[in-house]
């Protein structure tokens, strides 16, 4: 039986461990940023159910609308206050809107489809959402600044580099001497016979030894692989501390696109509102003009179609305000269920972590499996 132990490896095992440690917080980071990927992918995915059916139901209204202007278009056509253009240009109007119809149900099913995949349920009577205005920096150099801190897409790269420049110092210890103590017991058996012909005697021999010393190897020339580890160790090192600077340029990029939809979104949901109001209002008085002969049905045609594209503009621009709200939360790296108030249960990596990283031995993860 033979015992070794290391005393000394030119701090190979610290510098691995180490090294393992920084991989273990670049996982935790990464995991941080999937689960912003996630809910930011979810919340999209509602606002767009929610935006769909909004316009799904708007194109009902407006097939309703238009199926009275052909209905009245007829009525007057047969009392010889119309023409037969009149009646022809609401059918038309009323046949674009049922195939519009039939898109917008369409798009609201596929919008539902994809809610399912990213949720896991299927969407069934979802509140109106509004941006997440008091969880937002109050500026673009402000939420910049806090990105550069906190995103996990930063932080994670970070890691990566400490973890690469314990990689070069563990290579670097192999070029240093290495001292082990060894300690070891053996027994020899062994057995002899002699005598006559008639008479055979046997003896046993037994011999026991033990031995302990210490081992010193001190590497002279290796061929140059362990040279070549090192550089390679190095390289990848660089290559590393490049990441943390397109991480870095990537992230900001993020929030400055995710800045400028979000204003653009809240100055479109302004002017959209307006919009819908003065088409409404032109719309009614366009229909009172037509009663009195001033109008004609194409004229009513028309203010009812500009009606129903701001109404559509209106719920599009409310979904992209919200949707970026979300996007610069995830921009600036505090997406998570914990700043959104999510009755989840939250996923702690780090207890994980700990409860199996001092272990010597033992196959069996924290969760019995």
């Known amino acids: 039986m033979q015992i070794q132990q290391t005393l000394f490896d030119g701090f190979q095992t610290r510098n691995n461990v180490n090294a393992a440690a920084a991989q273990v917080s670049a996982s935790q980071q990464s995991l941080r940023n999937t689960e912003q990927n996630i809910l930011f992918n979810a919340a999209s995915a509602y606002m767009d159910v929610i935006r769909d059916r909004q316009i799904a139901v708007l194109q009902e209204r407006n097939l309703e609308f238009l199926s009275e202007q052909v209905r009245a278009a007829r009525s007057r056509f047969e009392v010889g206050e119309g023409t037969r253009t009149d009646v022809a240009q ?17 798009q609201a099913q596929s919008s539902e489809a994809i809610y399912l995949q990213v949720v896991g349920e299927q969407p069934r009577s979802l509140s109106p959402a509004s941006p997440l205005g008091r969880l937002l920096p109050r500026s673009l150099p402000q939420a910049e600044a806090m ?11 970070l890691h990566l580099v400490d973890a690469a420049g314990f990689s070069v110092k ?31 005697d046997s003896s046993d021999f037994n011999s026991t030894s033990a031995g302990v010393g210490l081992q010193l190897t001190v590497p002279i020339y290796q061929g140059g692989r362990t040279s070549a580890i090192v550089r390679q160790s190095k390289e990848s090192l660089g290559q590393a501390r490049i990441e943390v600077d397109v991480s870095r340029d990537q992230v900001r990029s993020a929030v400055s696109s995710a800045w400028a939809q979000y204003k653009a979104a809240l100055e479109g949901v302004s002017a959209n509102r307006e919009q819908v109001s003065a088409q409404q209002l032109a719309l009614n008085g366009v229909i009172e003009e037509r009663n009195v002969g001033q109008r004609t049905t194409l004229d009513v045609l028309n203010a009812q179609s500009d009606v129903i594209t701001a109404q559509s503009n209106l719920a599009t621009s409310e979904r992209d305000a919200v949707v970026a709200s979300y996007a610069i939360l995830s921009a600036v790296g505090r997406l998570s269920t914990n700043t959104l108030g999510l009755r989840v249960t939250e996923y702690r990596p780090e207890e994980h972590y700990k409860a199996v990283k001092d272990k010597w031995f033992g196959l069996r993860t924290p969760d019995g499996r």
């Open 90 to 106: 609401a059918e038309a109007s009323r046949s674009s809107a049922v195939a519009q119809l039939a898109q917008a149900r369409a």
């Open 147 to 157: 990105a550069g801190e906190q995103h996990p897409a930063i932080l994670a790269t």
């Open 170 to 200: 563990s290579a670097e210890g192999a070029l240093l001497p290495q001292l082990s103590a060894n300690a070891g017991i053996s027994e020899n058996f062994r057995e002899e016979s002699g005598g006559n012909a008639d008479v055979l």
